[in-house]
């Protein structure tokens, strides 16, 4: 049975930095390309950032130079490094594995607000 669980989420301040983690279960991490996805209220789920078996990134440009995304194959688990954070960053976020169908955590909230 295939889990993925977020982490780190919470409420933060404008301009802070937050660490979400995604801890995987049940199926071969290493393979897959991971991503971290978010959907704020009344919005659609958007691609946050990638990350291949390889190791070669991206982003989107609303979070390009300001997250960071990496992953640790031997603890299969896929973190987001979220700096400068802004109000438009308040989403659900939620971890995927590219497998077909793609495999989705149950997400964490990111609230930034002062």
């Known amino acids: 049975q295939v889990q993925l669980v977020e982490s780190g989420g919470g409420l933060v301040q404008p301009g802070v930095s937050l660490r979400l983690s995604c801890a995987a279960s049940g199926m071969p991490f290493s393979f897959y390309t991971m991503g971290w996805y978010r959907q704020a209220p009344g919005k659609q789920r958007e691609r946050v950032a990638s990350?291949?078996?390889?190791?070669?990134?991206n982003y989107s440009d609303s979070v390009k130079g300001r997250f960071t995304i990496s992953r640790d194959n031997a603890k299969n688990t896929v973190d987001l490094q979220m700096n400068s954070l802004k109000p438009e960053d308040t989403a659900v976020y939620y971890c995927?594995?590219?497998?077909?169908?793609?495999?989705w955590g149950q997400g964490t909230q990111v609230t930034v607000s002062s």
């Open positions: 995927n594995a590219a497998a077909v169908p793609p495999y």
């Open positions: 990350i291949t078996r390889g190791r070669i990134t």
